[in-house]
């Protein structure tokens, strides 16, 4: 097993969470070679809790710049060969490091990122039993969680993309599916993703909507005029009642349509 990992932490104002997300760094069955915890200018204990860790994690501090450009940071001071981006409100399980490792150890060699079904903590809980990798499922859906573990080397000429206001992690998977990669699913909810109150309100279907479309927009070989078609219709469908039988009829069809639609998209 290669055990040449990096953990990059990016913290905004989350210092009252932080500990939590490096303990569960720290406790981790496979050590990680690396943590990183990129402050992108918090105004408040950030500094504080990151240096009281000391040699044992690497402290680093920006200008409030956004997430893209702190985890940007973050890959030009990794040492490991694979790296595993965590926000400052989650916390991982101790086998999660272990688990993705094995999981990349054993697939196939265009295998760069693996990931884990999420469990749901904070202001609601649950478990989000994300799907397994399919060139179809990243198209409709962020399936992919951002913590995934990546290989550096898949890496090597992307950076997560600037300007987003969400969903940077999903443009960085596609990216890596453009370009041949694919990914694994590890069958166990290894992540616990904090749930805050004001997340349902604030990703309305309209918000979702307009940034499917840039990321159509972004990744064009990916979303042929048929898929678009396909994702549109997802949303649309979202609008209408959802107690009528016919509906969830073509609720649950359309993920196959897409799937036969991407199957002839390289």
Excluded: K
């Excluded at 200018?41 to 200008?63: C, E, I, M, N, P």
């Excluded at 616990?192 to 309209?206: G, I, P, V």
């Excluded at 990916?222 to 509906?247: H, I, K, N």
């Amino acid at each position: 097993m290669v055990e040449s990992v990096t953990v990059a932490i990016s913290c905004y104002n989350y210092g009252h969470f932080l500990a939590e997300a490096v303990d569960s760094v720290l406790a981790q069955t496979m050590r990680a070679a690396q943590v990183i915890i990129v402050d992108d200018g918090s105004t408040d204990d950030t500094a504080a809790v990151a240096r009281a860790y000391g040699d044992g994690v690497l402290y680093v501090h920006q200008s409030n710049a956004g997430l893209a450009a702190a985890r940007n940071l973050a890959l030009t001071l990794c040492t490991g060969r694979r790296i595993v981006f965590l926000d400052a409100d989650d916390v991982l399980e101790p086998t999660y490091l272990q688990a993705c490792s094995a999981a990349l150890d054993g697939a196939a060699t265009d295998v760069a990122f693996a990931y884990t079904p999420v469990r749901y903590f904070g202001a609601r809980a649950g478990t989000n039993w994300v799907p397994a990798f399919r060139p179809w499922s990243l198209r409709l859906d962020n399936a992919v969680t951002a913590s995934a573990m990546v290989r550096v080397d898949a890496l090597a000429a992307l950076r997560v993309r600037s300007g987003l206001p969400f969903w940077e992690d999903w443009d960085l998977y596609l990216s890596l599916m453009e370009r041949g990669w694919r990914g694994v699913r590890v069958n166990q909810p290894l992540l616990r993703y904090r749930q805050h109150t004001s997340m349902s309100s604030a990703m309305t279907l309209d918000r979702r909507r307009q940034m499917h479309e840039r990321l159509m927009q972004l990744h064009p070989a990916l979303f042929p005029t048929p898929v678009r078609l396909a994702v549109r219709a997802c949303y649309r469908l979202e609008q209408l009642p959802a107690g009528r039988r016919s509906l969830h009829s073509v609720r649950r069809s359309l993920p196959r349509l897409l799937e036969r639609l991407v199957s002839t998209v390289p």
